[in-house]
């Protein structure tokens, strides 16, 4: 008695590649970014994004005074519908979503790029109103160098700047401190004491300060690069109470601390 059996028997299937195309949402109808020029970010060292943004941006920036709170709407958009990234990491702030723009100096920032709309899906989610892009970028151009800036102002207003950046063609560190404070003392005529001769009173307890450094460290190896960021900062503010308040002893005020590193 002979028995067989046979199993499937061998064979080759060619199945022809499978492309997937996309486009860039760059690339599509309805994007729009605008980038500041370097140029204007270097004449305003001094200032904080929110100025800056207010003087050369189209975004309306909501302020309460100098050196306090300044909040960014995109396209009447409210201001947790902005997202903020710095080097691609979001820094709103947890507990509320937004971002205090009297906060961050320009001094330590490098580029800024503003993104409308739906176009921030680019580079985070939940940007309805539009993204502000902040950014960090060696200049592999320039030697080492310290360089040391200071300046005055108005109701006893001080800032300072210092750098230095060491750079042997393939390791660079850039070292940033800036420091600002203010009396913001300044002088107005007080319609609540008097509405037909208001006399001129000088603003008490609403001083400020700012405090911040940010080190980079950059290692070009081949085609790549390590890079390493540190930046923290200090903020301080009185809380001034308004023109028809007394003023009480030990005024309310407000203190943020930040470290954020990368």
Known sequence: MFVSASGQSNDTLDI?????????????SGYKKTVLDSVV???LDYQTVGEMLSRHTPVFIKSYGQGNLATAAFRGTSASHTKVLWNGVEIENPM??????????????????LQYG???????????????ILENKPD???????TVDQSIGSFETWKSLVGLQLNTGKLLSRSRVFFSESENNYRFKNNFVDR???PIQ?????????????????????????????WGQRNFRNIAPPLGVSLLEGNESQQNEAFRSM
């Open 96 to 113: 509320l979503g937004q971002t205090d723009f009297s906060q961050v100096p320009v001094a330590l920032i490098d580029g800024v790029s």
């Open 196 to 198: 037909e001769d208001p």
């Open 202 to 230: 000088r603003r008490k307890d609403a001083a400020y300060s700012k405090k911040a450094f940010l080190q980079e460290f950059y290692l070009r190896q081949g085609k790549n690069l390590f890079s390493l960021r540190v």
């Open 118 to 132: 739906g176009a921030g899906i680019s580079q985070s989610s939940g940007s309805l109103g539009g993204s502000v």
């Open 41 to 43: 970010l270097r004449s």
């Open 16 to 28: 022809s590649g499978v492309t997937v195309i996309g486009k860039s949402i760059e690339k599509q």
């Open 140 to 146: 592999w151009a320039k030697e080492s160098a310290v």
